[in-house]
């Protein structure tokens, strides 16, 4: 974390009782945050830093903020190192959110215009932002429609056009009902409704603005916050059991796309990345001498470069055999030598994508005779559960698979039939 670590006397030269003691970003940035050190006896610290605001007409100014920065200098270190990457990552929109000192006088809104606000302001990356506005222009903002079961009347309900005030529970139980009845557009030439998880992704994305126009005085409490939907079981991605199993169906894959495709499967099965890492890794992310790789680029959904998913997603990875030899063959092969350029690349030479790596994986299977299909993202699911297998923990797992919170991890790890029946084998029988 870039800082600078030179005393100064106190605010503006002056010896108010005040003294900043050091910085947390670049010299002169416009949003480097500032250490204070409010009392010497009492260890009193706060941390200062100005912060982009955009107003309701789209304008943007840069205010003052402060925050408490605890009565350590250790604690005021590490809340400082939070609000730098909250605001760096955010482009100087996010810090610390502040503490509202005056009344707000409010303005009539509908939940369009709030939730507007909200997309304007969220700090995200922009296909994230994008993936929020879709899901809110298809089934939230527009008019829903669905048949009363027990009267048998069409109702109707329209979220987006109401005032954010006039909303209550009983008009988000209305919503959930009619966007059940919708029929998943996505489905072609079928007429089949929403799913309950994608039900469930449309109420998170309203409770989150909705809790955001609680936070900025736009509404007292938030009316969705009891909602729930039902989720009937979960769909759990497919994994290769075994390694042999996945060397099995890359033979497949290797005889139908004349082994195009060979060294970035074995990389994805043997680094556990994500398809858009694999897609974005350039060649001087890739240390062969050190024996590791560096994750750090991705791409969005609409194919643009981007950064990783989160901070925990970027570090360097150890190289397996397997894959350091893939990686190898590749670069022996690419005749781009840039440091920017990618490793990997479709029979064709475009971009990899998750449906050229599903396409392959349901023929390699099917051909295989698996007897089930395994994604792009069941190879990640591969690479955890292997790890599992060869008795490695799950907290070493966790860092492998690159996730913040090990709940996150444990999803990832399944038993097998043939562990169930070790498992079971271990019970002791009757003397």
Not at 409 to 420: I, M, N
């Amino acid at each position: 974390m870039p800082r600078t670590s030179h005393h100064l006397q106190g605010i503006d030269g002056g010896h108010t009782g005040a003294q900043a003691i050091d910085h947390i970003g670049p010299p002169r940035h416009p949003h480097r945050v500032t250490i204070m050190r409010l009392a010497r006896a009492n260890e009193t610290y706060e941390l200062r830093w100005r912060e982009n605001v955009r107003a309701d007409d789209g304008a943007v100014t840069r205010i003052r903020r402060s925050a408490p920065g605890g009565n350590s200098k250790a604690s005021a270190y590490a809340r400082a190192e939070k609000v730098w990457r909250n605001l760096d990552r955010s482009g100087g929109y996010h810090g610390t959110p502040p503490v509202a000192a005056v009344q707000i006088t409010r303005t009539v809104r509908t939940l369009r215009q709030v939730a507007q606000l909200w997309l304007a302001q969220h700090p995200g990356k922009p296909a994230t932002v994008e993936g929020y506005e879709a899901m809110l222009r298809v089934g939230t903002w527009p008019e829903l429609t669905w048949t009363d079961p027990r009267t048998g009347r069409t109702r109707r309900v329209e979220l987006g056009t109401m005032p954010i005030e006039d909303i209550r529970p009983a008009d988000i139980n209305q919503w959930t009902t009619a966007l059940a009845a919708k029929p998943d557009a996505r489905r072609k030439g079928q007429t089949v409704p929403l799913s309950a998880a994608t039900i469930h992704a449309h109420l998170r994305v309203l409770k989150a603005y909705l809790n955001w126009a609680v936070a900025h005085g736009y509404l007292d409490t938030n009316p969705a916050a009891h909602a729930t939907v039902t989720l009937h079981g979960t769909r759990t991605p497919e994994w290769f059991r075994t390694p042999a199993d996945f060397w099995t169906v890359l033979d497949h894959i290797d005889h139908a796309h004349d082994n195009a495709l060979h060294d970035a499967f074995v990389a994805a099965a043997y680094l556990g990345l994500r398809v858009n890492e694999l897609a974005a890794l350039q060649r001087d992310d890739v240390d062969l001498a050190g024996k590791r790789v560096h994750i750090r680029h991705n791409f969005d959904k609409k194919r643009r470069p981007s950064t990783v998913k989160s901070e925990e997603s970027e570090t360097w990875m150890p190289l397996h055999p397997e894959a350091e030899a893939a990686l190898r063959h590749t670069l022996d092969q690419t005749p781009d030598a840039s440091p920017e350029a990618l490793v990997f690349r479709g029979p064709r030479g475009g971009i990899i994508t998750s449906t050229l790596i599903n396409d392959a994986l349901t023929a390699g299977c099917q051909a295989a005779g698996l007897g089930y299909r395994v994604t792009a993202h069941g190879l990640r699911h591969s690479f955890a559960n292997w790890l599992k297998t060869a008795g490695v923990p799950t907290r070493d797992i966790q860092e492998a698979l690159r996730h913040r919170d090990q709940r996150t991890t444990a999803t990832y790890l399944h038993t097998s039939d043939g562990e169930k029946t070790r498992a079971i084998n271990l019970l002791p029988s009757r003397q």
